[in-house]
Nanobody, 125 residues
Framework: QVQLVESGGRLVQAGGSLRLSCEASGRTLSVDTMGWIRQAPGKEREFVASLSWTSLTTYYADSVKGRFTISRNYPNGNSMVYLQMDDLKPEDTAVYYC????????????????WGQGTQVTVSG
């Protein structure tokens, strides 16, 4: 099993920036890809970004390209993935979930095995 814990969500004004963090623990050696998915009120979950640990390939939803950046780090031996969000818009308001899987994940064809609890991002306009 892989456990994921997100942090960093808060209220921010339109045009502002925010960085979300996700810490992975457990059987992280089985994970190839980590990413972010969001769900706005009354809408279906939407793929945001993914990053492959092995190939370093990244994918982004068209709606966030050029504004969001996914990255990874291993501070103190922990597996972390980040989502830097710039030029935020009110339509970015959603619960953002960190997710992980042993396979590569891309927009429209993603199927994640592991999920975090989510962190709320609210963009006021």
């Amino acid at each position: 099993q892989v456990q994921l814990v997100e942090s960093g969500g808060r209220l921010v004004q339109a045009g502002g920036s925010l960085r979300l963090s996700c810490e992975a623990s457990g059987r992280t050696l089985s994970v190839d890809t980590m990413g972010w998915i969001r769900q706005a009120p009354g809408k279906e979950r939407e793929f945001v970004a993914s990053l492959s640990w092995t190939s370093l390939t990244t994918y982004y939803a068209d709606s966030v390209k050029g504004r969001f950046t996914i990255s990874r780090n291993y501070p103190n031996g922990n597996s972390m993935v980040y989502l830097q969000m710039d030029d935020l818009k009110p339509e970015d308001t959603a619960v953002y979930y960190c997710a992980a899987d042993r396979n590569s994940q891309r927009p429209g064809k993603d199927d994640w095995a592991y999920w975090g609890q989510g962190t709320q991002v609210t963009v006021s306009g």
